[in-house]
């Protein structure tokens, strides 16, 4: 399953961060409740966060919903790696 | 297979051997001792040879591919946060190079409105970035930043015997877009050093050796994206295994996995994208509409 980028714990409870401070459900996602569904089975949480479109990088702990401009979004701050490479079947054999 | 039945493949093999005059960035673990390099930034605290068994390869295949080219590499560690890699982007986009390769990625599902993205799609506007698809399938939605991006050219991988490989990442995007772009082989072997190399960083060398070629012919990065798409061959995919129903009476479990397999039947266009890189077709056509024709 793959984490959504904008699935945002504060404090107890999940955030959209595509539209703050909303809460991440269903009918809230933007990305409809299919791929809500799919979304939502894994999820990692990131200790910084970006404040979009400003590119401001904020630790998580720092985040608050009441301060956001209007239009703001939050992204999780996430890292890029080389070669990992998932085995398949054709390789187990 | 080796690196020159992968080249034949993508008809590049004619086009090998050249690159004079191109410029092509690398943003990735680190360079090829051997193999010549313009200029380089290094980002981490070792030293420009890598040590992780990846952009030494993708270093490699480049310059195989294009002797005569000026190679420039980004030195990045791996992992590397996000805001270390926009800072690669950056020392990249001084360069202005013709195409930019980059064989890292995230796996998280985005629609393209992360930094790196963003970024990413800002050094589109100056140079043909290839990015890597990534290793993340079969499952859907793994394709990830940078290569989910709006203006970047995702690159998937085939088998040897260019089929879609089961590992390579699948669209769509967050937002619905179609990923990877186009696909190229993979698990070809590096013929003196008998290393076979295995997942989407390496075939997406071989398209960026192309967009290079094209974009140094043509440079408009936006112009040699398109048409290193539209000129890709169809691949034919086979999207449902429907060897669950056996005989003339379809049964009710049968009809029930029936639904559920084509609620997730993936487009083909998220699997292979537009289909397999033709270099030599990209390259002619940036000639023609190079001299006006």
Known sequence: ?93 | MSLRQALDAVRLLDRAGGGEGCRVAIIDTGAAEDASLRGHVNLTNKSITDTEGHGEYVHRIIHRVLPEAEIYLVKVPNPVPDHLFITAIHEAMKWRPHAVNISMGSEMATDGGDPVSIYTDRLASVSVVVCAAGNGGPRPLSVGSPACSRETLAVGAVNMKLRPWSSSSRGPTLDGRFKPDIVAPTGYYLDDLGVRLVGTSFSTPLATSAAALAASILPRPMIVRRLLQLTAQPIPVTLLNLSFIRGQTVSRTSLHRLLRALAFSPDPRNIVGMGLLNAGDTIAEASRLASGG
């Open chain 1, 1 to 93: 399953m793959v984490p959504c980028i904008y699935r945002i714990r504060v404090e107890d409870r999940f955030v959209c961060g595509a539209r703050p401070p909303l809460a991440c459900t269903r009918g809230v996602c933007p990305f409809g409740p299919t791929f809500w569904e799919r979304l939502i089975k894994h999820d990692t949480q990131s200790h910084m966060l970006w404040i979009m479109p400003e590119l401001k990088i904020i630790r998580a702990s720092e985040l608050d919903l009441g301060s956001l401009e209007p239009g703001a979004y939050i992204v999780k701050s996430v890292s890029l790696s080389a070669g990992r490479r998932r085995r398949c079947r054709s390789d187990r054999r």
